[in-house]
């Protein structure tokens, strides 16, 4: 007989489980942050991954924060991970070891983070307002958890239709995932092309790339830059790639230049500019305008399952405002911890948080 509840103790969702039975403790540790402000950040964030990345699994496991001889760990006690559990669990974003626990010892445990690209992809390239890779990275596992392809063995298509340089695409492709991203800036087009161009060269990446256009109403269109590519010349052959789609244009049109229920995720990031309060000839603040003209976009480009992932700055834009133009839209909010609070401090000016919502 088994028995659990569910409690909120210091912004921790903890779920304790009493059953008859094998129980093991693993622990996890949190990798460290060469960015001082966003470290501080780290071990709420951690915590609140992995505790959706187990709501996926279903499991029902004590979780927990410890310093162990002055590290922080994450500790999961629960009953044996299988093997597809373990995958899961070690794609984690802010891990970098993780052993077994018995009493005062660690027993060093093999993680599976098996990285389509390096991890250099999404790091190097440097620019003002630049969204921290990690916090993307954790996003998409994120919305991974709260979909229907958590445990998928093919690639995803992961859409950003407000990606800017292309930081959230670059760490789906870092998974091997296929992405696609939607800029109105065209100077912005440029340099995710740019860079993205001279990686693969660096690494010596077989790649094509390709442009086109995609067909919109009244007779307009966006340019589309495309790549296909694969980490070796035998994959590639054999038809085992990856894409990039980048298109200009306004994410309100991006289930046209993507494609209906053509996306598995959507993760983005939503300006976090005061200026953004300003209001257009009807008098409706940027903002709202955005929500209002993009969200029914993002809801008609996401597959039935699919998830999408809003972040989003506390100080300009109230979560509940986000939350109902996301359920206007047709997506249901996820409302209940583990997906309810992500909030953390970022700069003077910006604190972050985030909303998940699923098409269903």
Not at 5 to 30: D, H, P
Not at 115 to 133: C, S
């Amino acid at each position: 007989v088994s028995c659990y509840c569910a409690t909120r103790v210091s912004n921790s969702f903890i779920i304790r489980l009493v059953k008859r039975g094998v129980f093991l403790q693993y622990a996890f540790a949190i990798k460290p942050h060469a960015n001082a402000r966003y470290a501080l950040s780290m071990d709420k964030l951690a915590l609140i991954e992995m505790q959706c990345m187990l709501h996926a699994l279903n499991a029902q496991a004590t979780v927990t924060q410890e310093k162990l001889a002055g590290t922080r760990f994450i500790l999961i006690e629960t009953e044996p991970i299988d093997e597809q559990g373990w995958r899961w669990l070690s794609g984690h974003s802010g891990i970098c070891f993780a052993a077994l626990k018995d009493g005062e010892w660690l027993k060093p445990l093999e993680l599976r983070q098996a990285a389509y690209m390096d991890d250099d992809l999404a790091q190097v390239l440097k620019y003002k307002g630049k969204t921290n890779p990690d916090f993307t990275q954790m996003m998409i596992h994120c919305a991974l958890a709260a979909s229907d392809f958590a445990f998928s063995l093919d690639p995803l298509l992961v859409l950003d239709p407000l990606c800017g340089r292309g930081t959230s695409l670059f760490c789906a492709l870092q998974e091997g995932h296929h992405a696609a991203g939607v800029e109105i800036d065209k100077k912005a087009v440029h340099e995710a092309d740019a860079y993205f161009k001279r990686y693969l060269q660096y690494h010596r990446y077989k790649h094509k790339r390709e442009t086109g256009s995609a067909t919109l109403p009244d007779s307009n269109s966006a340019a589309e830059i495309r790549y296909g590519f694969a980490t070796s010349a035998d994959a590639y052959k054999a038809g085992d790639t990856r894409s990039l789609r980048l298109f200009q244009g306004t994410a309100a049109l991006a289930d046209r230049m993507v494609g209906a229920e053509s996306s598995h995720l959507i993760v983005c990031d939503l300006p976090y500019g005061v200026q953004h309060a300003a209001r257009d000839d009807q008098g409706m603040a940027t903002m709202q305008r955005l929500m209002h003209d993009s969200f029914p976009a993002f809801r008609r480009a996401l597959k039935t399952g699919g998830a999408a992932a809003v972040s989003f700055n506390t100080y300009t834009l109230r979560r509940e405002a986000l939350c109902e133009a996301m359920g206007n839209a047709g997506l249901r909010v996820l409302t209940d911890a583990p997906f309810n609070d992500f909030s953390h401090w970022v700069e003077q000016a910006v604190n972050r948080d985030m909303v998940i919502a699923v098409k269903r």
